[in-house]
Every structure is written in C-alpha cells, then in structure tokens.
C-alpha cells in the first residue's frame, strides 16, 4: 500500500548518541552551575537567579570566540585573570538601549503621570538599570519641556561601571541620531530635538545642562538595598534577565523605596501580575506597565 | 504531496515543539499554515516574525481570528503548550528555558533582527534535542540558516520551504545553502506535514521501519 517512493530518508543520530547527548548537557549544566558560583564567590556579581537561557548564551559566545573548550577552563580563567571576567561581565549585562525607547511608554508619562507629578514641589525619580543612559536624558528631556526639571532629583543606577562611564559622558553614535529623532517626535517632542545635542564628528554630545539634575551611581539589584522616598521609579526590560524568586526580590525592593502613591514604570513585555507584591500596586497605564503604589499598604 | 505520506524517522519519537522562522512574504505565509491546524494540534508552535519594533502586532490577532488553534504573543516565563501558536514579541528577543518556559531578552540585533530566529532556534536546539522541528519559510535575509544547522547538529528535524514557492526565496535559499534540509516542501504541505510528525510521535503502529 505504500509506495516507496513517497518516503523521504532522514539521517538521524541513534541510541548512543543519545547517552553522549545526555552526558555532555549534564556537564554542561553543572559546569555553568559552578562557573555563576565562582564569579558569586569571588567577585560578589550574583547572576545565580538569573535567566539560564539568557545567562547559557552569553558565556557560550564568548567560551567560543575565546577558543575555550568547555566552561570548566573558563572558570579557571575567571578566577585567575580579573581582566577576562570583566569582559565577560559586558557579555552578561544588557547594555542596549536607544533614546525614547518605546516612544508610546514617553507619550504616556506625558500625559497620564507629569500632571501628577506636577502637585509636588520636589520629585525624586530613581532610573534602576539605566545601562548607557539614553533613557535618562530622555526622561530628563521630558522633564525639562514639562517644567518640572529644575525640582527633580534623578538617581540613575547600573551594576556595570562602564556603562555608567558612558551614561556620564552623553556622547552617543550619531548614526543614531536619526532613529531618536523619530522616536522623539512619536513621543510627543514639543522642541526640534536638535537642539539637544552637539555634532562632532561622528558622535553626538547632549547638551550638558540635561546632566544637571542626575546622579549616576553603582548599584546592583540583586545585592544591594533600598534607595529611598522616590515618586517614581523607572526599571525597564530588566526583569525579564531575572528568575520569578529575584523578580520578587526586586519588586519588593521597588515598594519599599517608593513613597505612597509613588509610580512605578516597567518594560512593555514585564508585569507585576506573578508578584507577591501585587495587591500593593494599581495599574495606571496597562499597555505601558505604569503601576502606582497604593496609598495604603494594607491594600 | 508525495514527499511527506509516510515520514519516516528510524525511531518513535514525540516532538515537543516545532519553531519556524520567517520574515518578508510571512503573512501569506502563516495565514496558509495556521489555520490549517486542529484546535487541539499537540505539539507548542513558536513563530519567530521579523517585524518592527514599533508594531502592534496586528498580525497575531489577525491570525487567532482566522485559526482554530489558539495563537498568541509570548509572555515571558510563559510554559509552552499544546493547542497554541506563540508568536515574537516587536523587539524582543524569544528563547526557552529548561523547563519549556520562554524568556525574552533585548540584547543587540542578530542579523539585523530582534526578534531573530537564530536565538530562538539555538536555545530551543540546546532545550529540545532531537524532539525539535525546525522550520524556514519566505523571507528576505539569512537570519535563521546558523540556527537550522544547530537544530540539526542537535538531532532535531528540519525543513526548509521551497525557494521556488516562496514568495521571497532569500532565506530558504540561505538556510539550503548552510545546512542540508531533511524536507523541502510547499506552502501547503506544511500543515499536513506538521499534522503526520504530531501523529508519527503517538501512534507506534504508522512505524516505518529503518532503511526503507
């Protein structure tokens, strides 16, 4: 009944192959268990709790580009040579962002929170996360053209040092500058962007006034503590590197450094919905995840 | 449809997701496919879109509408289920954990892409194994042909749609001319093809024996 010319052959490994398999991701598995406790214990950067695929990626991409044959030499490497595990700490830190990223989230701020905003006589705003700090001078930008600049305090804060290096110098790729200038004006721009920045070359230097109000500062969200009394609180596309227990973690530590009715803005695919902490927030915006603490926390 | 009325794997075999990758053309494309599916098809769909970073993502209420089967965006820390087709989020990244849940991730571009397929088939090649398919349909770059190989490497199936029914032959051509496809196939024998894998994995008496 079934003709043979119908069937197509597949070559596929067989039975042995499949203990071989089995064997190499086990010592895989152990071998990057092994590796994030090396870095914990030695450096004290805790990326324990964080995505496996995510963390998986990163440390096999540069395990291959450094001509490594497994993650048991490179953990060697990491605890012998300070260079290298600073090499791989860029590998394991997102630092990709663009100015008004999501130019809806900006609209939004915009309209729905700044008139909020506007009733207190000083804002403190806390930017967890902030990588190379495009988002903040974007918010500062915002901030500026609402009036509200000069009565505002920005924390904005990163575990990795070098991007905080480059969030403080303001100078960004102007090949950029076009993409920012759209998303500028989708995100309700009052101004020529243009007139925030200095071209030079191939870079672009941000007008020094938008640095007045923002502090940059070290601080990792798995191991360090609360930043208080802010009335808003900006950490997006962060939580989703995270594991639940750690996003619990972090969302507790959010609560606990807003002030009541304090906000609290994440990225467009992160949600409070799995948190313990949950009952504790409103959502103001939901397509944009703006939550705000509730006033009373026996919510 | 001559090439796919008795597939043949040497062994039995349960898939547990099959990924497909697709960019320019992907429309036509997806809208031939998925609605061709059972409600309650068995095997986790994850449809990896090129698509901009600032769209709504029409596309995928577009299709739920249209399909029996239930298709909708990732959610990270989403589990993988059966009777559902799971689509990329605009710019982000998709990959899978160990415990069949999706994270997503923001990182750079990978062949001027997020989402890429490639990151997607790569981790779905480490999680899956052999119990992966791997699909490349229209579009107009390379992005998806270093993930096919992998999934192959890995023991999974793969198939390539044919460049000659593609609407945009670009990616097909790509992933042929990196990795020897195992299927290539038309537009509309993917479903039925996707239809005879999920059969092929439960029914142990359809077994073809090895070296026909």
Redesign the interface.
């Known amino acids: 009944m ?14 042995e ?2 203990f071989q ?1 089995g064997w190499k ?1 086990e010592n895989e ?1 152990i071998e990057l268990d092994l590796l994030l406790e090396a870095i914990y214990q030695k450096y004290h950067y805790d990326f324990k709790d964080y ?4 963390i ?3 440390v096999l991409y540069r395990m291959r580009i450094s001509n490594m044959e497994n993650l048991s030499q490179m953990q060697h490497q990491i605890l012998y040579d300070r260079s290298f595990f600073e090499t791989l700490l860029m590998d394991l830190s ?1 630092n ?2 663009e100015m008004f990223r ?2 809806s989230f900006y609209l939004a701020i915009r309209k729905k929170i700044i008139p909020q905003l506007k009733k207190y006589s000083f804002i403190k705003l806390w930017h967890a996360g902030c990588a190379s700090g495009e988002e903040v001078y974007s918010m500062a930008i915002l901030l500026k053209e609402e009036g509200l600049y000069s009565r505002t305090q920005i924390y904005a804060t990163d575990f990795n040092t070098i991007a905080l290096q480059k969030a403080r110098s303001a100078i960004y790729p102007i090949d950029m500058i076009k993409d920012y200038t759209s998303n500028y004006q ?1 995100a309700g721009g009052i101004n020529s962007f243009a007139e925030y920045y200095t071209a030079k070359y191939d870079s672009v230097i941000l007008d020094s006034t938008l640095k007045e109000r923002i502090v940059f500062a070290d601080h990792n969200l798995v191991t360090d503590g609360v930043f208080g009394e802010m009335n808003l609180i900006l950490c997006r ?1 962060v939580l ?2 995270f594991t ?1 227990k750690l996003q619990n973690r972090v969302i507790k530590l959010f609560m606990e450094s807003l002030t009541p009715s304090g906000f609290l803005c994440l ?5 409070l919905q ?1 948190s313990e902490y949950a009952q504790f927030f409103s959502s103001i915006v939901e397509k944009e995840k703006i939550f705000q603490r509730k006033p009373d926390d026996n919510a | 449809m001559g090439t796919i009325t008795g597939a043949l794997l040497s062994k039995p075999r349960v898939f547990r997701c099959i990924a497909i990758g697709v960019s320019a053309g992907g429309m036509h494309a997806l809208s031939t496919i998925i609605p061709a599916l059972p409600k309650d098809f068995p095997i986790p769909i994850v449809v990896i879109q090129h698509i901009s970073p600032l769209s709504d993502n029409y596309t995928t209420r577009y299709l739920d509408s249209i399909s029996r089967i239930h298709v909708k965006e990732v959610d990270e820390k989403e589990r993988l289920r059966r009777g559902t087709v799971y689509t990329a989020p605009p710019n982000y990244h998709v990959l899978v954990e160990e415990d069949e849940t999706f994270s997503l991730s923001v990182e750079e571009r990978i062949n001027f892409a997020r989402p890429s397929v490639d990151v997607f088939f790569e981790s779905a090649a480490e999680v899956y194994g052999d119990s992966l398919i791997g699909v490349i349909l229209t579009g107009a770059n390379s992005d998806g042909s270093k993930g096919l190989k992998k999934i192959k490497e890995e023991g999974g199936v793969i198939v390539v749609q044919d460049p000659q029914n593609a609407e945009v032959e670009g990616m097909p051509k790509a992933a042929i001319e990196t990795v020897t496809p195992h299927f290539v196939l038309k537009l509309d024998e993917l479903a039925p093809f996707f239809v005879k894998m999920a059969k092929h994995g439960r029914k142990k008496t359809e077994l073809i024996p090895e070296n026909i």
């Open positions: 079934i003709n043979k010319k119908e069937f197509v052959s597949i070559d596929i490994p067989d039975f192959d499949d398999f991701k598995k995505s496996r695929a995510h998986k990626r990163r997102i990709v962002t999501d130019p989708k596309n989703i590197y639940r990225g467009t695919k992160e949600t799995f």
